[in-house]
């Protein structure tokens, strides 16, 4: 008997060494970061599939962001918990090799947990006005997903559970992804609503002279694209040209629109807001046309 369970000891405390914790659960072998999406590229139906909650649907459609799914694909094992970890320096996110933590910062560095993901199918938010990143002209930002579990004090099974010294933490880190912001200034809020015409403001994220960074901005509308762009009816704002601030209204006939504001960049690159709907009285009689 004593030989039976001097055989059992060896075998737990072997199996205890492994990639497990006091329960048996084994992180993911690998595991891929999915796709990130800008919300300003998001048709209006698709953002209604994607986001259950209507209070955070609409903050979404005036504040814009990231959309990222965590993962790419099916995989096994367990884990406690996740974040997405994010910089505008590549070298900042951990090696998967070395299993570490960022130890520098920027300020553009950062985690999502995914607690914050309520409301919201398969994806996790970052959001511009939250996470202050709204300097973001021409940036690259890096996603890499981390996994952890929990696996005691660091002693081999049963052994732990008599210590209890604190815990340990083991990791799994996917794949790096990236999303380029275009090289215009950023819409950080975006109203629009209906009328006898079409209404919106928005502001833009601007450093230094706007007159210099910025050649046109103003709304795209259409009342068949659900994601418009400028090659849609565009109206132009007028009087705005140092001020970080855009009014603009737009006469158009009775009905529904989708509606987007936009910048464009010296460069021609266009920044895009969140699409929204709206429907507007009309102040152009088409009859009489």
Request: aromatic letters at 14%; one cysteine or more.
């Amino acid at each position: 008997m004593k030989k039976v369970l001097c055989l059992l000891s060896i075998a737990l405390l072997l199996f205890s060494c492994n990639e497990v914790d006091d329960f048996g659960r084994v992180l993911p072998e690998s595991v891929s970061l999915g796709e990130v999406v800008s919300v300003s590229d998001l048709s209006y139906e698709e953002l209604n599939e994607l986001v259950t909650d209507e209070n955070l649907r609409e903050d979404m459609r005036m504040s814009g962001g990231l959309l990222i799914r965590p993962f790419s694909d099916a995989f096994s094992g367990s884990f406690d918990f996740m974040e997405i970890l994010f910089s505008d320096v590549s070298s900042n996110l951990p090696s998967p090799s070395l299993g570490d933590r960022p130890m520098s910062d920027t300020e553009l560095t950062g985690s999502i947990p995914y607690y914050e993901n309520a409301g919201i199918l398969d994806y996790v938010y970052l959001n511009w006005d939250t996470y202050e990143q709204l300097f973001l002209p021409g940036t690259t930002l890096y996603f890499e997903l981390v996994l952890g579990i929990y696996n005691g004090g660091g002693w081999p099974g049963f052994v732990d559970d008599c210590t209890d010294f604190g815990t340990t933490t083991k990791y799994c880190y996917s794949d790096v992804k990236s999303y380029t912001y275009p090289d215009a200034p950023v819409i950080s809020t975006f109203k629009t609503w209906g009328g006898d015409g079409l209404y919106a403001d928005f502001y833009m994220e601007v450093e230094g002279d706007i007159s210099s960074q910025v050649t046109r901005r103003g709304i795209c509308y259409s009342t068949t694209n659900s994601l418009p762009d400028v090659d849609d009816q565009v109206e132009a704002s007028v009087g705005y040209e140092e001020s970080f601030y855009t009014s603009v209204y737009a006469p158009v006939p009775a009905g529904t629109y989708y509606v987007r504001a936009f910048v464009q960049g010296t460069g021609g690159d266009i920044a895009y807001s969140p699409v929204c709907q709206v429907t507007c009285d009309g102040s152009v009689d088409e009859s009489a046309r």
